[in-house]
């Protein structure tokens, strides 16, 4: 599955904020290490698309964290 669609697919699910929060911040941390992986492979491509996963991840973290 791409990433980003993992992201939105987790962010839209009808589950409780925090549980939302925790999937989030764990693909986050996911995408995180494939980033410095691909670093180490010099695969710039695959990085940029890694780095756009966890740039919406984030954001929607943040998101989230900011909703009463």
């Keep these: 599955m791409n ?5 939105m697919e987790i ?7 925090e549980e939302k929060i925790r ?3 764990d ?3 996911d995408l995180q290490n494939e980033m410095e992986a ?3 492979n ?3 491509e695959i990085h940029n698309k890694l780095a756009e996963g966890l740039r919406l991840a984030t954001n ?3 998101e989230l964290h900011n909703q009463n």
């Design 3 to 7: 990433r980003d669609a993992e992201v």
């Design 11 to 17: 962010y839209h699910r009808n589950i409780s904020k």
């Design 23 to 25: 999937l989030l911040e």
């Design 27 to 29: 693909i986050a941390l």
């Design 38 to 40: 691909q670093d180490q």
């Design 42 to 44: 010099m695969r710039p």
């Design 60 to 62: 929607f973290i943040r």
